[in-house]
């Protein structure tokens, strides 16, 4: 049976890797699991993979990529030709908001400005905020 290079712990990493959320499921919040079930040949190419569970469209269209630029190792069957079944499971989770620690401050300053036509003082303040992530 061909193997993927690096085993399975390989394989998640080339998925986590190479996965490009799509930008209709991210706007929409779409968040889950697509399994595809496909087959590798004998000398480690994917050949007709085809989704078993469902989430969105393009996130179904995101597996098949992914899944199709598997490049498996070469088994040898003693001149057999052998295709393997092979399933897998790709998450689509949403990424988690980060946690935005904000700190404000002000600096207030004040200025005195006389009227000409009236003997009235006028109090002016300006406030500065600032934002820091």
Request: net charge neutral; aromatic share 12%.
């Given at each position: 049976m061909p193997e993927y290079p690096g085993g399975k712990k390989a394989l998640r990493t080339f998925i986590n890797t190479h996965l490009r959320y799509p930008a209709d499921a991210l706007a929409a919040g779409i968040e889950g699991v697509v399994?595809?079930?496909?087959?590798?040949?004998?000398?480690?190419?994917?050949?007709?993979?085809?989704?078993?569970?469902?989430?969105?469209?393009?996130?179904n269209?995101?597996?098949l990529r992914l899944v199709y630029m598997l490049k498996y190792g070469s088994a040898?069957?003693?001149?057999?030709?052998?295709?393997?079944?092979?399933?897998?499971?790709?998450?689509?989770?949403l990424p988690k908001s980060q946690s935005v620690n904000l700190q404000i401050s002000y600096t207030e300053s004040e200025s005195k400005k006389e009227e000409i036509q009236s003997s009235e003082t006028k109090?002016?303040?300006?406030?500065?905020?600032?934002v820091k992530n």
């Open positions: 399994t595809v079930a496909y087959e590798v040949n004998d000398s480690g190419v994917v050949e007709s993979a085809k989704v078993i569970k469902s989430l969105s469209p393009s996130c269209e995101e597996a040898y069957n003693h001149g057999v030709r052998v295709k393997s079944n092979h399933r897998i499971n790709i998450y689509f989770r109090q002016e303040y300006t406030y500065t905020i600032s």
